[in-house]
């Protein structure tokens, strides 16, 4: 038997990673990929790490919500919406059941209870700074997702923050203002009494908030990771997160309404057990759809094991190294857009991470330089001409390396490396940057089957 579940095993992770998908159907090349993205979500749920910080942004919340919605209430009051934010906290907080309306009356009771003239400057300044530490919490997280490992500038995310503090509310409230008065509407209701146009605006109805709620997952998607996301693995993961949201808030509501254990055993603490469990749910469900569309963005991700797989030898490594110099020198001399660390990752079908570490590595080694402070593009730091391929290889052995650890020189192990060295300095003479883009090599067929089949699985 056991035997027997041994091979299954075998033959399923054969067909779901081994699966040459180039002349395989759409159909069945979206079916592996979707194989392919629920093994690494499922082993990555269960490794803890978005757990972990689902209940690191509750923690955050229950300490940021009121300033939060004290800032939103603020600006709202200018617009002459701000009477929409407790029916909007209610619909948030559904999944409670019975309990969301007692929790929102004491979120809103704490908002009403805080009087600008009585905290001061000071307290103010406090106020703002708990909301806005909140949406820098939310960022670390979705860059955790994406593999982002450089938070915004300071400009950045001022003009960032406040569009997610500010213009964010106006357009959730808008759009939940427009809906009411669309179903309010002397003509909607007309259209309710005539069939089919009753059965089809009831369904649209039903729709409405799992609509709304992948429209707002898809905006964060695209505005809070520090990296440029496309609108269609934004969408995807909004979506699957949106509609899981929904989904499992109505279980949860069912949940809480047939279960009397927990305030038999809290009694009053039970409100605040259930608040913090959805919260984690809706954080877990949040970041869970943002590694969908990070995965949907980056399917070569998919095949190095998932996020944080990249484990490269040190040869690949040295390989990588004068792989992104010469996709950067090479751009440079045709006058192109400088390459991101996105395009450079898709173009050499290699993890994202592993060329933020060979990028660390050439920019301690001087050899590369943003472009921009937002590094938007690299570009090289010196002239091709003066740069050896040598210094390449010697920045990217020498990245992280602790001066202190095998440092002697009187070592049998020393003289054989420094051998080493002088061979690796004969072979490569005086190649240069320059001469490595200028030459015309063959595709590596490894590479090129390896781009195959990870756009080939992830495509858009």
């Not at 059965?199 to 039903?206: D, T």
């Not at 707002?216 to 699957?240: H, Q, S």
């Not at 472009?371 to 992280?400: M, Q």
């Amino acid at each position: 038997m056991h035997d027997a579940l041994d091979r299954l095993r075998s033959r399923i992770d054969q067909f779901i990673w081994q699966t040459s998908l180039a002349d395989q159907p759409y159909w069945r090349r979206e079916c592996v990929y979707i194989l392919r993205l629920a093994h690494v979500i499922i082993r990555e749920l269960a490794a803890g790490a978005l757990t972990l910080r689902a209940m690191s942004l509750v923690f955050t919340t229950l300490l940021a919500m009121v300033p939060l919605i004290a800032v939103s209430f603020s600006v709202l009051k200018g617009f002459g919406v701000h009477n929409r934010i407790e029916p909007a906290l209610q619909g948030f907080l559904a999944a409670l059941g019975p309990r969301a309306d007692e929790i929102t009356e004491r979120i809103v009771g704490f908002v009403d209870n805080i009087e600008v003239g009585v905290l001061g400057a000071v307290g103010i300044g406090l106020l703002l700074y708990t909301a806005v530490s909140l949406v820098q919490k939310v960022e670390e997280a979705f860059n955790y997702t994406w593999n982002v490992s450089r938070r915004r500038t300071l400009v950045r995310r001022f003009s960032d923050y406040f569009s997610v503090i500010v213009i964010g509310p106006v357009l959730v409230f808008t759009a939940l203002g427009i809906t009411a008065t669309l179903t309010s509407n002397s003509v909607v209701q007309a259209l309710v009494a005539i069939e089919p146009f009753g059965a089809i605006l009831q369904l649209a109805g039903r729709l409405v908030p799992y609509l709304l709620v992948v429209a707002a997952f898809t905006f964060l998607y695209m505005l809070i990771p520090n990296t440029r996301v496309r609108l269609a693995p934004a969408l995807f993961g909004g979506v699957v997160a949106g509609v899981a949201w929904e989904s499992i808030g109505r279980l949860f509501a069912a949940f809480v309404a047939t279960s009397t254990n927990y305030t038999a055993i809290y009694s009053g603490f039970a409100i605040l057990l259930l608040f913090m469990i959805w919260l984690q749910l809706s954080w877990l469900i949040l970041l869970t759809g943002s590694s969908i569309a990070f995965y949907r963005q980056h399917p070569e991700q998919l095949l190095a094991g998932g996020r944080g797989g990249a484990r490269l030898s040190g040869a690949q490594t040295e390989r990588l190294a004068l792989a992104v110099m010469r996709c950067v020198v090479t751009a440079w001399y045709a006058g192109d857009t400088p390459p991101t660390r996105d395009v450079m990752a898709r173009r050499l079908a290699v993890p994202g991470d592993a060329v933020d570490a060979v990028l660390e590595a050439l920019i301690d080694g001087g050899l590369v330089a943003p472009n921009g402070d937002e590094a938007e593009g690299w570009l090289p730091a010196i002239p091709p001409e003066r740069t050896s391929v040598r210094r390449i290889v010697e920045a990217a052995r020498k990245y992280g390396t602790l001066d202190h650890v095998l440092a002697g020189d009187g070592v049998p192990e020393a003289g054989a490396m420094a051998a080493v060295d002088t061979a690796l300095e004969q072979a490569l003479g005086s190649m240069t940057v320059a001469d490595l883009a200028r030459t015309e090599v063959e595709a590596d067929p490894v590479q090129e089957s390896v781009v195959e089949r990870a756009t080939s699985g992830g495509k858009q």
